[in-house]
């Protein structure tokens, strides 16, 4: 089965510093992953995805993430973080059922950002 | 276009009692969603509708959870008897297309109905 980790249960940053939120992944074939983003009180939102081409993904509200197969790493980044930021992420994989043919995600646990003024 | 609706946003029951959540998708979404998010973790699939039929409820307690996709587009959740451990936010979300290795899965969330089992 598909799985991703999220090694940091929290990350702090001061605003208009960058920030990474890291992911890994363990898939067999070719990795489809995503990022959303969750604030309180409200559903998931989603950020980027990678499917296949350019190792860098640019998604919403200034976001971007890297896609890097040897370290089966897909690390959220921002150049400079904004206090609004703060949120819960989580990284997600496409898992397809090899009976039926259909896709779900698996996400991984969160991590929280929190952008200190 | 409007997003995935939820109701009711919050439910404080006490166990044993049953509950139920509703969702409407995105007009024209094939596929619907039910997630748990239990406070700390991810969210966690419990059953994937295609219109009105079940592709997938292998982690749906089935003991307890039901969900139904009326005509292919609402879906209600139930639980009956609740249990201290259903607390939590339930999720629905929709996408176009749910099927196939090309299919990129992008699914659109609703805002999740808070559960509180006392």
């Known amino acids: 089965a598909q799985s991703v980790a999220q090694p940091e249960d929290q990350v702090n940053v001061a605003e208009g510093n960058p920030l990474t939120v890291k992911c890994t992944y363990s898939v067999s074939g070719n990795p489809y992953l995503f990022w959303y983003v969750q604030y309180p009180n409200r559903g998931l939102q989603f950020l980027l995805k990678?499917?296949?081409?350019?190792?860098l993904v640019k998604g919403s509200y200034g976001f971007e993430a890297e896609f890097n197969k040897s370290q089966t790493s897909f690390h959220l980044k921002k150049p400079s973080a904004l206090v609004s930021d703060s949120a819960l992420y989580f990284c997600?994989?496409?898992?397809?059922?090899?009976?039926?043919?259909?896709?779900?995600?698996?996400f991984g646990k969160g991590t929280m950002l929190l952008v200190s003024p | 276009e409007a997003g995935v609706a939820q109701s009711p946003r919050y439910k404080i029951i006490e166990k044993r009692q049953s509950v139920a959540f509703w969702c409407n998708p995105i007009?024209?979404?094939?596929?619907l969603y039910w997630y748990q998010q239990i406070l700390g973790q991810g969210p966690k699939l419990l059953i994937q509708f295609q219109n009105n039929g079940v592709v997938d409820d292998s982690q749906l307690p089935k003991d307890r959870f039901s969900a139904e996709r009326l005509k292919g587009v609402d879906s209600t959740l139930k639980i009956q008897p609740a249990k201290l451990e259903d607390s939590a936010v339930y999720l629905c979300a929709s996408s176009s297309r749910g099927q196939g290795p090309t299919g990129s899965s992008l699914q659109f969330f609703g805002p999740g109905t808070r559960l509180t089992v006392l």
């Open positions: 990678y499917i296949t081409g350019d190792n």
């Open positions: 997600a994989v496409r898992d397809i059922d090899v009976n039926s043919g259909y896709s779900t995600l698996t």
């Open positions: 007009s024209g979404h094939a596929t």
